[in-house]
């Protein structure tokens, strides 16, 4: 692993199939209430990989698990790093490509946070959620989740 972050990361929204989003807040940030996010610990690391690694490293949840759908939405965020963030990046880095995926997740999920990374969990509606985020490209993650989810079956006689 490098010294310096790797400028590629992974916003992962969870959810439950009734579209319920898991924000997490982050320590020392009172309002910074987000999705599972993290970058790759090595350049190869293929996007699939860091997102699993990083939804069980902070929510202790196995993405590969029975009952668990992970989905590559197969689109990327770029943007500037925030500055009291860059220095945690080589001299010269100043933008991060972020890979968007979703994991549907059994309702009643049990979460077990990082305590060095966050310090709350919750879960709301995927539009509250969107409210919620400190991050717009989270928001708008939010706000998409409808499009990248299946539908519940239809229950009732067939026509």
Known sequence: MSAYKIPESVLVVIHTPALEVLLIRRTGDADHWQSVTGSKDWLDEPFEDTAVREV????GID???PGCVLTDWALENVYDI???WLHRYAPGVVRNRERLF???VPAGQPIT???REHVRWRWLPWRE?????FSPSNAEACLMLPRFTQPPPAHGPEA
């Open 56 to 59: 069980r490293e902070e929510t």
């Open 63 to 65: 993405a590969r698990a």
């Open 82 to 84: 925030w500055p009291q």
């Open 102 to 104: 979703g994991l549907q």
């Open 113 to 115: 946070l990082n305590p």
């Open 129 to 133: 959620a969107a409210l919620a985020c």
